[in-house]
């Protein structure tokens, strides 16, 4: 006999995707993406909703049979009340979300964030299976971090743990970059795709960064990660250098980690770190050169496994309230 | 009826301390310390099952009614075997202490760091008391930490978590300082006592620390962070100077592990942190600069209050195989 399905719900900052997962496999079964036509906590709940129900009717399940739903959001999650408490790409603070789809849904709802979602679907498939100690990093648009320790994921006193992406990196006295969070100086104001691409962009209007731009095509809204990655392999001076600066930032904030936690696995994520081998390479060599030596023994680092579909796979699996 | 005494100890690298510990009220009710005279595992296993069993006939505790005694370790250990992986202090690697104490003690032996016993102890009965998620960051002749979340000892895949002192802060482009473990960079490298003992010598003999030298009364080998804190009050530039940057190096390292693992409590311990109060004031000033407002949100920060008996009371408590 299978085990029965579970369903998992990934939540953006502009769409939802619902999906039905194989807690055996990991497979997805069935899925439904849904873009926030409206950006209210409640129009949302029903727009996932109606995907969740569906993702479900695609795969023949009866969402009664469920012992919950899990939802992994782009944001600060309060997973004992289901409260999203801070979302910047959804502009909400403190919305009752779990409270708000348990009511559309009529099952229990899980919030939690959806990296933390992420290192939970690779631990359970991906790259960090099995490993009962396993650190996901993820730099994509922003930077952040799912954490399992002990087996357990570690969500912190108040939800917020892993934000990797705000640990201040700038050097003693030199000017720190500012933040979308706010603040300055943060590894996410350095190396998240979207502080990185701005930067850029102010660098080709001053002059400097010419080669990214003919990189872009000559089109200054085009000017990316991407565009940095293929001025690099050109040879173009001011894309090493800004390689140099990030993948060091990036490598150290890692291996800073590893040295506080101990994780037998390190798995890599998101488009920027992925999508940019020559970053990734810069990065993992500064990882190795700069973590403590017993803490890098026996310390296996991949490439995350499970592509867009960690999120879903990790919120089906922490969704399911009988576990 | 009270609850059977336990035992904990404390193992350093000049001396052992055992320990009759109440585990309800956390008291001390009877202890023997021991120097090392021979510093073999096996010398060092027979002197600490001495000092036990003198710290056990005291307390009126006949050890084979005891379920397991706790060693906090000054040195990386593995848990689960019981084996000292590196105790600098020691000179040991790869010691199977834990084995060769239950040999002379005919109980079970816990093994773990001294840092994650004061942690347990600080959690169970001092500044961490109730907090699930609490970390204790202990600045002395090293740097270390203690790291309890989800109300469990966090010691990672090879039991080497915890290790703040050398997470990597040298800023990028700078001259990285030389550390103990034999890497460049650490936090401990700048912050420990003795790195920073033999940094001012250093510069006493350049000629650039006249106002510290001075502090420790004209005499270079009683330099140390205390006589920093001298000069600092008598307002000396080079201490100003010092403090400052060593202030922030430690803050922002403190700040980034609250960002990252949002604990509810954060106990600062240990000679240098607690007995130089402009060094803490700084050091605590840029913790709150720096923190991640989310994760700031509800920390309280504390002086470690159990002083040098929360080493064998963690010990104590984490030793006991039935609990």
New interface residues.
């Given amino acids: 006999m299978s085990a029965p399905l579970r369903i998992g719900i990934d939540l953006g900052g502009t769409n939802a995707r619902a999906a039905v997962v194989d807690p055996v496999t990991g497979a997805v079964v069935a899925a439904e993406k849904r873009p926030h036509v409206e950006r209210t906590p409640i129009a949302v709940a029903r727009s996932v909703a109606e995907a969740t129900r569906s993702a479900a009717a695609q795969a023949g399940l009866d969402l009664a049979t469920l012992a919950g739903v899990g939802v992994g959001v782009a944001g ?1 999650c309060d997973g004992t009340t289901g409260v999203v ?2 979302a910047p790409n959804l502009g909400w603070r403190d919305a009752p979300f779990g409270d708000l789809l348990a009511q559309e849904l009529h099952v229990p709802v899980q919030v939690v964030n959806d990296l933390s979602a992420a290192a939970w679907g690779e631990r359970a498939f991906g790259a960090a299976r099995g ?3 396993a650190v996901l990093v993820f730099v994509g648009s922003g930077v952040g ?1 799912g ?1 399992i ?2 087996g ?1 994921l ?11 992406g ?3 990196v700038a ?4 000017q720190p970059r500012p933040c979308g ?3 300055w ?2 590894l996410e104001a350095y190396a998240g795709g979207m502080n990185l691409a701005a930067r850029v962009r102010d660098e080709v209007a001053e002059g400097k960064a010419g080669g990214v731009l003919e990189a872009a095509g000559g089109d200054a809204s085009r000017v990316n990660a991407s565009a940095v990655e293929a001025a690099y392999l050109a040879g173009d001076p001011y894309a090493r250098e800004l390689w140099a ?1 990030v993948g ?2 990036l490598g ?1 904030a890692m ?3 590893v ?6 696995r390190l798995v890599l994520g998101g488009g920027v770190l992925l999508g940019c081998p020559n970053l990734e390479r810069i990065a993992r060599a500064h990882l190795g050169d ?1 973590t ?4 890098r ?3 296996v680092v991949e490439r995350a496994g499970l592509g867009d579909d960690a999120g879903v796979v990790g919120a089906a699996l922490l969704g399911d309230a009988s576990r």
């Fill in positions: 600060q408490v801070n490993a009962d100690d971090s954490l320790l002990g357990r570690h969500q912190g006193a108040g939800g917020v743990a892993g934000e990797i705000h640990v201040k050097p003693r006295g030199a969070c706010g603040e100086g943060c600066e060091e930032l150290t291996a800073n980690v040295t506080l936690l101990n994780p037998a700069r403590l030596r017993v803490a023994r026996g310390l």
